[in-house]
């Protein structure tokens, strides 16, 4: 299989027609809107775009359970589950409610998920945003998460030989799921930057998986100054260090300053920036996901411009009318901001820059992962996994 000569889009229609709930944080399009504003933009031809193929339920099991993926398509079927099966897989909770695509929708998100491992056996870059879930754990649902498409990702690129895995999460919550299945494997680097005293509550600055991860809780009010020393005295040395065979990014809209599930207060800028970075660093192969992101218009307006980033494409300061008109057409009910968005959510990709001081916690918190080897890509072999 040939390395691909552009950047791929793998998108599916069944993230436009389906929802969490009326009441779910999901219950907001995201997908469909990046795919609607770069098809605007002129930014997704044909060429660069592949439906996501739905998984089979078999191959699901190359990290979780035949139980709890049966459990799963039954409650697809059923539309209900026992409480016995909502104690043992989570499934059925407010978190994770039985919708009438219960499974179908995340098993897209994993199909495409190792379809892009497989793809990118010889090398190029694709872009994901329908996956990201990287709560799911093997024999539960967990934070909306119905399976773990980061890590069957990563595992169907093993499969394919790529043995060198860069795992970088950007999402406002910890990726405890992938922390799980790759913590002590010293040929993956996994590194969080996540708010801190927040769900699910793991990552701790002091847990380092074994010697392999890198967990960053920062506080309330993040902002693009500590973002972006986080990202040139952490990430990109730590990468660079590591010299993966594929970096996967994580790259969930929910750490920006409009949504509603985070107290951080990055702009969109800080997100790109990073696309930007791991891109220029020359890894073989690039996966980049989606993740969290609650709010309609930043989610969709920041995973357009990781689109555009990826490519190369300039973002004008103001949209043109085509793509003025999919983020108006937007609504956001039961959410005070929706009732009346500021005109800069419908006219433009870019945010004002969210800069803001260092502070001296932060520092101190940041010298102490500097002091790791894994932050020089140094990986200590403890145990070894896969």
Known sequence: MPSLSAPLFLGSEIYRGSSYGAWHPLRVPR????MDLSRAMGWLPSQQYRVSPRAKPKVLELWHTPAYIAALQDAEARQEVSDEVRARHGLGTVS???YPEVF????????????AGELLAQGGTIYHPGGGTHH???DRAAGFCYLNDPVLAMLALRRAGVRRLAYVDIDAHHGDGVEVAFAGDPEALLISIHEAQ???????????????CLNFPVPRGFNDSEMALIRERLILPAVAGF?????????????VDEDPLSRLTLSNNAHWDIVAALKGL?????????????NPWSVGRLWTGVW??????DIPERLPAEAEAVLRALTWDKARAGRHPPEHWFTTLRDAPRPGPIRPEFEADLDTLLRRPAARGIIPIKKLRH
């Open 308 to 313: 555009a980033t990826l490519n190369g494409h």
């Open 136 to 138: 799911g754990l093997p």
């Open 282 to 294: 020359g890894a073989p192969r690039l996966l980049v996901l989606g993740g969290g992101g609650y």
């Open 31 to 34: 997908v469909s809107t990046a």
């Open 243 to 255: 010299a993966p065979d594929a970096i996967i990014l994580q790259c969930g809209a929910d750490a």
């Open 96 to 98: 994770n409610p039985i």
């Open 104 to 115: 179908r929708r995340p098993a897209t998100a994993a199909g495409a998920s190792l379809l």
């Open 198 to 212: 927040r769900w699910p509550f793991t990552g701790k600055l002091e847990e380092d998986g074994g010697g392999n």
